[in-house]
T-cell receptor, first 114, second 111 residues
Framework: DGGITQSPKYLFRKEGQNVTLSCEQN?????MYWYRQDPGQGLRLIYY???????QKGDIAEGYSVSREKKESFPLTVTSAQKNPTAFYLC?????????????FGPGTRLTVL | GENVEQHPSTLSVQEGDSAVIKCTYS??????FPWYKQELGKGPQLIID?????GEKKDQRIAVTLNKTAKHFSLHITETQPEDSAVYFC??????????FGKGTRLHILP
């Protein structure tokens, strides 16, 4: 999966709890992204970061938070404010975040809220 | 913003036949169109891409065509094999340099 690791592969959470999904890349890529995938919905962008210590909201950022303290790491926190968090979460990276850069995806984390 | 429509949502073809997946986009400024293959439980993998300065690109059994005037692009898989069974996503880069994905096509290769 292109040098991107996500953990854990499966995650279960009780309602009202925050949970953090890990994403690490060893590709020396500047840009990193978080997507949410639901059946029949394709991939929707949650947050992205083109450089350390900077990140931008995507199309569905409500109920999520991120940090980018290190180039290789871009953790995603799913907060209790996210109304329907059960989904498959994908992390991706590109070399420079420029138009036409190839996106490399991690293997994903499947989050289930009990 | 950019809107990418992908059809069909499900496609079944006999092994050895060809499969075609079509996408349309709305932003005439889009200039990069990647295609991704996602196997069950895994992340998407780039399989082929095309930029707006060419009309067709081929890589072994996979080809992509682009019609900028009509704003549509297609993925063609010839001589399909069982391992081609997966979900395929088309995408386009919008004017803010974000990738906008289609909703995916589930391809079944029938024995």
């Amino acid at each position: 999966d292109g040098g991107i690791t996500q953990s854990p592969k499966y995650l279960f959470r009780k309602e009202g709890q925050n949970v953090t999904l890990s994403c690490e890349q060893n590709l020396n890529h500047d840009a990193m992204y978080w997507y949410r995938q639901d059946p029949g919905q394709g991939l929707r962008l949650i947050y992205y970061s083109h450089i350390v210590n900077d990140f931008q909201k995507g199309d569905i950022a409500e109920g999520y938070s991120v940090s980018r303290e290190k180039k290789e790491s871009f953790p995603l926190t799913v907060t209790s404010a996210q109304k329907n968090p059960t989904a498959f979460y994908l992390c991706a990276s590109t070399a420079e975040g420029l138009s036409g850069d190839t996106q490399y995806f991690g293997p994903g984390t499947r989050l289930t809220v009990l | 913003g950019e809107n990418v429509e992908q059809h069909p949502s499900t496609l079944s073809v006999q092994e050895g036949d060809s499969a075609v997946i079509k996408c349309t986009y709305s932003d005439s400024a889009s200039n990069y169109f990647p295609w991704y293959k996602q196997e069950l439980g895994k992340g998407p993998q780039l399989i082929i891409d095309i930029r707006s300065n060419v009309g067709e690109k081929k890589d072994q059994r996979i080809a992509v065509t682009l019609n900028k005037t009509a704003k549509h692009f297609s993925l063609h898989i010839t001589e399909t094999q069982p391992e081609d069974s997966a979900v395929y996503f088309c995408a386009a880069i919008d004017r803010d340099d974000k990738i906008i994905f289609g909703k995916g096509t589930r391809l079944h290769i029938l024995p």
